[in-house]
């Protein structure tokens, strides 16, 4: 036994752009039903929460002293905005404007409206805005405009406090210099010092204006539905896309055309597109017969093509189809790969050697009684459990009834005899047997056969398992001749050229075969020599 030269890929190939994009293609519906959930989620969160209203007003600042004079000039220092934002914000300025808040909600505490202010300053201008944040809009509303109010009063009468103790001090000094005795100096000193109280007498106090008003405002300011949605929908995506590449890289099955090939070590003979509709496993349907003019029906005659340069190449009469696990679709394909070799006008023989869970009589329409298992048991000959298909050149022999010993059947000298002594009187011979993983049934059959040809699913097959099914058939000896990559996203076979139409009607070459039952392989053997 040859070794082989194959070997599976044991480590990641780069990743080019389409590589990244095919996987945000295959895990789209997992991206899609993260993002609705995420999005979903903030609606809901949305519509739970209570709407708040947010009213403005905005305060021009000045330094509330703007007298430049010797005496008051101490009192006009530079605008600091920051100071002036904790000054609006402190305990003082939020009791004062409680009392114009209470009117409107006896309930108001100093703390409880601080939460509620938002002051701020954008720019280098010199205005802070006062935003006031409250459930019911008239509330903002009068919040932010008592802040803005009382801000204002309240550096007014700091000011003026100030003011006052300043001309106190001067008036105080005026009347100890009238206690002392009249003099030119004292009056002096009494004349500059009733100057400089004139001064702070007539001095304005301008701390600034309300130059934006607060109004009631019209609509909420949070939450903020087309906000948090559109939050929700950039965070679903992007989770869902790393979510996607999370998937595909602990998913173990098979990832189109190149992977199988890389996997299996043989070229991947044709694709199969899958078909709208016939997503049942249990339903057995023949597309080559029924749609003939389909995408999956023209993938049937390219994988109809290979095997016949195949033939002509090396010699290839007798093939077995096999698949590593159930449901790949191997017997949906040995029965429709021999309705084309039969349209072809090659002479072919159906064998189903599935002796646990046959179904290629499903196919055809045929009784599965008296078949292979009879064959193999010596109680019929083969030319009796050969049944006509449904077109001309195909005959089926179906598994018969399900024995006890099926893998000792497959492995006897009869079947052996059946294959050595038959395949010279017929173009092909197509076996259908169990999958590889499952039982030993195809391991004893593989050694009989020119060539093998492994099915895959392409939205189902494990990798692991295709390559413990290519390293079982490799200790046997089996000749790999290719594979069928079955089930694929019909946007990436190539075959979308040819249309879908999956319509009935007569398929040219399709009317039943004419031959009777009992003389068929005579009629073979008669037509050959």
């Not at 480590?11 to 990244?20: E, G, I, K, T």
């Not at 006009?76 to 100071?83: E, G, W």
Request: net charge neutral.
């Amino acid at each position: 036994m040859q070794t082989p030269s194959w070997s599976p890929q044991q480590q990641d190939s780069f990743l080019d752009l389409r590589d990244y994009l095919s996987v945000l293609r295959r895990r789209k519906r997992l991206i899609l039903i993260i993002t609705v959930a995420f999005v979903a989620l903030a609606i809901g969160y949305t519509s739970t929460q209570t709407k708040i209203y947010t009213a403005t007003a905005k305060v021009l600042i000045r330094p509330p002293i703007s007298t430049a004079s010797s005496t008051t000039s101490n009192f006009a220092p530079q605008i600091n905005k920051d100071n002036e934002i904790e000054l609006i914000t402190s305990t003082a300025v939020a009791e004062a404007a409680l009392k114009q808040i209470l009117e409107v909600n006896p309930e108001a505490t100093v703390t409880g409206i601080l939460r509620k202010l938002e002051v701020t300053s954008p720019g280098d201008a010199d205005v802070l805005q006062v935003k006031f944040a409250d459930p019911r809009p008239e509330l903002a509303r009068v919040g932010a405009e008592s802040f803005a109010e009382s801000y204002l009063s309240f550096k007014t009468s700091t000011a003026q406090a100030q003011l006052d103790a300043q001309a106190a001090g001067y008036r105080d000094a005026i009347a100890v210099l009238r206690a002392k005795s009249d003099s030119t100096i004292v009056g002096s000193g009494i004349d500059l010092l009733t100057s400089r109280l004139l001064e702070i007498e007539t001095t304005t106090i301008d701390p600034g204006t309300v130059i934006l008003e607060a109004s009631t405002p019209k609509s909420p300011t949070s939450p903020n539905l087309p906000m948090n949605i559109a939050l929700a929908l950039f965070l679903g995506l992007f989770l869902g896309v790393i979510a996607a590449y999370f998937r595909e890289r602990m998913d173990d099955h098979l990832r189109g055309r190149h992977d199988l090939e890389d996997t299996i070590g043989a070229p991947v003979m044709t694709m199969i597109p899958s078909v709208p509709g016939w997503r049942d496993r249990n339903e057995t349907q023949l597309v080559t017969i029924l749609a003939p003019r389909s995408p999956a029906a023209e993938a049937y005659r390219t994988l109809r093509t290979s095997i016949l340069v195949a033939a002509a190449e090396r010699g290839i009469k007798t093939l077995m189809v096999v698949s590593a696990l159930a449901g790949e679709g191997k017997s949906t394909t040995a029965g429709n790969l021999s309705v084309v070799l039969a349209q072809a006008g090659k002479r072919v023989v159906l064998i189903s050697a599935d002796l646990r869970r046959p179904r290629i009589h499903e196919f055809f329409g045929i009784e599965g009684g008296r078949g292979l298992a009879e064959v193999l048991a010596g109680e019929r000959r083969p030319w009796e459990s050969l049944k006509s298909g449904r077109i001309d050149n195909l005959w089926v022999m179906s598994s018969g009834r399900i024995p006890e010993n099926p893998t000792e059947l497959l492995q006897s000298n009869e079947m052996q005899e059946l294959m050595s002594e038959q395949r010279e009187v017929v173009d092909f011979m197509v076996i259908d047997c169990p999958p590889v993983l499952a039982v030993a049934d195809a391991m004893v059959l593989a050694p009989l056969v020119d060539g093998v040809i492994f099915v895959a699913d392409a939205a189902g097959t494990p990798r692991d398992a295709v390559i413990q099914a290519r390293a079982q058939l490799d200790q046997v000896g089996a000749r790999m001749l290719g594979a069928v990559l079955n089930n694929v996203d019909s946007g990436t076979t190539g075959y979308a050229y040819y249309g879908s139409q999956y319509g009935y009607g007569p398929t040219g070459n399709g009317q039943p075969a004419a031959n009777g039952k009992a003389t068929v392989w005579e009629t073979i053997r008669k037509d050959r020599s």
